[in-house]
């Protein structure tokens, strides 16, 4: 034992006396919001380094004198920006080959600069450059103060003459220093997405990822938290990570916990396949990947994003969401003209402020759009369905008080359709490789300009068809077997298409900015905070079961805003699970999001008709508060019998509570909810949506620590029962407290 150890001391040494030590800082860089600070340092050799992420250090400069005290076999420290070169062994954030085949990148300082952007948003840029290659990288890290937020990407820039290849080029490195790290991240499929799954990382690289191309979100999601020091995920307490990456397309986020127990994590567009050649003096711009941090359980970290996201990432996020009758589940591809206006007189009749005509009404003859078959591309009125047009169906919805939405699937074409008989070479494929279909369709080629312009061009055409509030954007499928006529290296084609998707959507944005556009794809298979920046909400699963809801919409709530969230009321028995659920328990899933109606009002019966117009009624007196307050998740659905989200309104005037029982719990207390999030004061408790109250306390007023000390206990026993309770601050005088 003792002989070892003596081995060991003499490794030590010698391997110790051949590395430079990096004792002195040159400079510490802060990024700071209210409550979080990101700490890098620029090291004597010049190489800027990762220092610390987590609450707010208000003088950064006594880092200038600080030791990590790592093992002298620990030589290398978190990097600002991982490069694959010089010390560094792990995974890197950026790898590069350069003109003289040269693979090694050692970034060193040049300089940095932090400047106001608006109130409260700061920007930091750091500049580095190869100690040896013509290679220079700016890291921007843009602070949100109020809402703990940072932004982060980095812009690659090739200052020589010859072309350079990025292998690997992510968003960006961070790094943490904890015992444990509980990862929280999302999986699924389709009509089966945000699946929550905790796992402590283990030493090595775990990665979340996907590769499908077109989308981001059934098999996982590009986002996480991160619990540190932590056995449990707690809502309230201890330090809580989360972070979102902008990107609609293939990403990967790898978690590195090395053998020290520290943490790194890279962040950004999925490298498989994805080589970029960066030409002479080109810069390549990586999307933003967004960090916040909190002190107090992952209840802040969720409320931070969802400041962040209303502030600033969602396409305008002052747009009140209509509640809308969609036309999918209750029609599918068989309707005409009357089918169409009967909808809308009975989505008139129940409350409902839009309607959406979903899949099936273009396409003509042998290309006609009655199943899934056929007539994607050819975005021409079926004038059999519909002979009066959009525009009469636009006019008739709006003559009844209702916005009127349509369905649209651009980026696709089935082989039967005309569009695929004039323009095969549109498609996504590699010459002499079957073209391989997925739910009966072809993907295009958005890299192609030609094809961008087809895009925009049907949007437009579809706007110029009739009065047109909403669109429904679809994607239902992936790509497979990439190739692209138009791009020089096909290891382009998946940057190439999201960047290609969101040129279009910023045309369209520019020539449509108030039209509502929500991003669908096969349910809820592109939900991100890039696809965000140019679409109003997203459609969170095909899966319209509301028992099944309540677990996802608790998965989608750590990361994006209810106000985003498509939620629908569907027939029963559900057309995916066959499970039926009360017509109250699917009323009160939809009206915690952006609420909508998804089936043949006709087959309706006269008390889901009543339940429904009533929910929608009342939904509208509070839906402000779920689209703009402050969610408390006060029991997970994933833990008990019970789930409990709380929306606080910003002057804490107001909030709403859902309690949803998900399971039969025999010979047992009945859920007694503690509240969170109010202001000292008394509050009136009203329940919602309901024939009796399940509540002995109704239309009472309750002291802001009885409702969070003792909660409300309700009488809620059957599996998928449900209760709604508006609260309404009737004094904000401080209660007595002995
Ligand atoms: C998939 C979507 O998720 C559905 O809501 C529906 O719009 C269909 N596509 C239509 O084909």
Not at 292 to 303: E, F, I, L, N
Request: charged share 25%; glycine share 8%; with cysteine.
């Amino acid at each position: 034992m003792r002989y070892l150890s003596v081995l060991a001391a003499v490794a030590a040494f010698s391997f110790a006396s051949i590395l430079p030590t990096r004792a002195a800082v040159k400079d510490v860089i802060p990024v700071n919001t209210e409550n979080s600070s990101l700490i890098l340092v620029v090291e004597d050799d010049g190489a800027v380094d990762f220092r610390a992420y987590g609450g707010r250090i208000a003088r950064p400069e006594q880092f200038a004198g600080m030791d990590l005290y790592g093992d002298h076999h620990i030589h290398n420290n978190i990097a600002a920006y991982a490069a694959q070169g010089g010390f560094y062994v792990g995974a890197p954030a950026l790898a590069v080959t350069y003109a003289d085949g040269g693979v090694n990148t050692e970034l060193r300082y040049v300089s940095h600069e932090t400047r106001a952007v608006s109130e409260g948003v700061e920007r930091t840029v750091i500049r580095l450059r190869d100690a040896k290659q013509p290679l220079e990288v700016r890291l921007v890290y843009v602070a949100y103060r109020d809402e703990d937020v940072i932004e982060t990407h980095a812009e690659i820039v090739n200052t020589g003459r010859k072309e350079i290849v990025l292998r690997d080029y992510y968003s960006s490195t961070m790094g943490f220093y904890a015992e444990k790290y509980l990862l929280t991240r999302f999986w699924g499929s389709w009509a089966h997405e945000w699946q929550v799954e905790r796992v402590q990382l283990p030493h090595g690289v775990t990665s979340i990822e996907d590769l499908c191309g077109t989308r981001t979100t059934h098999k996982g999601n590009p986002s996480f938290m991160l619990s540190l020091d932590a056995d449990s995920f707690s809502e309230t307490s201890g330090e809580v990570v989360a972070g979102a990456l902008k990107w609609s397309g293939n990403y990967k986020i790898d978690f590195c916990r090395d053998e020290t127990g520290r943490l790194q994590v890279n962040a950004g567009i999925n490298p498989q396949n994805a080589e970029w050649h960066l030409g002479k003096g080109e810069t390549f711009v990586t999307p933003d990947m967004v960090y916040t941090y909190s002190a107090a359980g992952a209840g802040q970290a969720s409320r931070n994003l969802h400041d962040w996201a209303r502030r600033t990432a969602l396409y305008d996020a002052t747009a009140v969401a209509p509640t809308l009758l969609n036309s999918w589940e209750g029609a599918y591809f068989t309707f005409d003209t009357k089918t169409i206006t009967d909808m809308i007189d009975d989505a008139a009749s129940v409350g409902l402020e839009m309607f959406v005509l979903d899949d099936g009404w273009f396409g003509n003859g042998e290309f006609a759009r009655n199943s899934d078959r056929s007539g994607l591309g050819d975005w021409q009125l079926n004038t059999s369905k519909l002979p009066e047009g959009i525009s009469a169906l636009a006019d008739y919805a709006h003559s009844k008080g209702l916005k009127f939405g349509i369905w649209i699937e651009p980026e696709m074409v089935n082989p039967k359709s005309e569009l695929y008989l004039r323009h095969p070479e549109w498609v996504v494929h590699e010459e002499g490789r079957e073209l391989m279909t997925l739910r009966n369709q072809y993907l295009l080629d958005l890299t192609n300009p030609a094809v961008q312009d087809f895009v925009f061009d049907t949007f437009d055409s579809v706007m110029k068809m009739g009065d047109i509030d909403y669109v429904k954007w679809d994607c239902n499928r992936h790509a497979l077997n990439i190739g692209s006529s138009s791009l020089k290296h096909q290891s382009h084609f998946y940057t190439a298409y999201v960047q290609g998707l969101y040129s279009v959507l910023a045309r369209i944005r520019e020539a449509y900015p108030k039209v509502m556009i929500q991003s669908c794809s096969s349910g809820g298979g592109r939900v991100d905070y890039g696809v965000l920046g140019y679409t109003n909400e997203v459609w969170v699963s095909d899966d319209t079961d509301a028992g099944i809801r309540t677990e996802m919409q608790y998965g989608f709530s750590l990361i994006y805003p209810s106000l985003i969230m498509g939620s629908h009321i569907s027939a029963v028995p559900n057309h995916q699970s066959g499970l039926v659920t009360g017509i109250k328990y699917r009323t009160d899933i939809a009206a915690s999001g952006r609420l909508g109606v998804e089936l043949q009002p006709k087959q309706m019966t006269a008390e889901e008709k009543r339940v429904v117009t009533r929910a929608v009624q009342q939904y509208k007196q509070f839906r402000d508060i779920v689209f703009y307050g402050d969610l408390y998740r006060l029991q997970s659905p994933l833990e008990g019998p019970d789930a409990a989200n709380l929306y606080v309104s910003k002057d804490k005037k107001r909030a709403v509570l859902f309690v949803y029982h998900t399971k039969m719990v025999v010979q047992a207390f009945s859920p007694r909810i503690k509240l969170d999030g109010l202001a000292d004061g008394v509050y009136k408790v009203t329940e919602m949506n309901c024939d009796k109250s399940c509540f002995w306390g109704d239309g009472r007023e309750f002291d802001s620590d009885f409702l969070e000390n003792y909660g409300l206990n309700l009488k809620l026993r059957n599996p998928l029962t449900s209760a709604v309770f508006l609260l309404e601050q009737v004094s904000h005088v401080d209660i007595d407290r002995p």
